[in-house]
């Protein structure tokens, strides 16, 4: 089974710092690029971050609301995805996803097809 | 960055109405689109991606179509377990946008 868990998220103050993790497991981790994508409370969809994969350098995407402060990272030998987030704000207050993405393989077709559970960010003093 | 404007925000219709759901994209995007279904607590799902490919699991009477910058998202014949949120996302260029979401409730 494909699966994606999150883990990692919780109560931070302003300015702090968390680590969220996203451990995969049921498909080749290695061979796709990943992604986090947040969802504030009671609002919509946003994408957050991109890391390819290791034949395309595990070079990275930031929305601009976190570049600068937010770095994902990869353990392909622990099948696993890293978004470090510092500097934090309370509008970074959300729900963040992990979903796998685009391969060379499958190209489009498992892509943004496999989200995990989710994992809650809040922001506050 | 691309805006993704989705059309409408929300909506009611009876079970069994044919359901569209439009986005507009700000600048053409080819064909890097998809659409996803999120239901009340639950993880968003995936619908269809590169415009009009069905999701293997997906029922048939979801269908996307269009091109450039305009597409289109139809539920034939609307179920009660159709009730969701449902967004579209755009792939072509970073940073990638969704679209604001619509609501489809059942009248």
């Known amino acids: 089974e494909v699966r994606l868990v999150e883990s990692g998220g919780g109560l931070v103050q302003p300015g702090g710092s968390l680590r969220l993790s996203c451990a995969a497991s049921?498909?080749?981790?290695?061979?796709?690029?990943m992604d986090w994508v947040r969802q504030a409370p009671g609002k919509g969809l946003e994408w957050v971050s991109r890391?390819?994969?290791?034949?395309?350098?595990?070079?990275?995407e930031y929305a601009a609301s976190v570049k600068g402060r937010f770095t994902i990272s990869r353990d392909d030998s622990q099948n696993s995805l890293y978004l470090q987030m510092n500097s934090l704000k309370a509008e970074d207050t959300a729900v963040y996803y992990c979903?796998?993405?685009?391969?060379?393989?499958?190209?489009?077709?498992?892509?943004?097809?496999?989200w995990g559970k989710g994992t809650t960010v809040t922001v506050s003093s | 960055d691309i805006q993704m404007t989705q059309s409408p925000s929300a909506m009611s219709a009876s079970v069994g109405d044919r359901v569209t759901i439009t986005c507009r994209a700000s600048?053409?995007?080819?064909?890097?689109l998809i659409w996803f279904q999120q239901k009340p607590g639950k993880v968003p799902k995936r619908l269809i991606y590169s415009v009009s490919s069905l999701q293997s699991g997906v029922p048939s009477r979801f269908s996307g179509s269009g091109s450039g910058t305009e597409f289109t998202l139809t539920i034939n014949s609307l179920e009660p377990d159709d009730v969701a949120v449902y967004y579209c996302l755009q792939h072509s260029s970073y940073p990638f946008t969704f679209g604001g979401g619509t609501k489809v409730e059942i009248k």
């Open positions: 890391i390819r994969s290791r034949s395309h350098s595990y070079t990275t």
């Open positions: 979903a796998r993405s685009y391969s060379d393989t499958y190209t489009f077709i498992l892509y943004l097809d496999v």
């Open positions: 049921g498909f080749t981790f290695g061979d796709h690029f």
């Open positions: 600048q053409g995007i080819s064909n890097y």
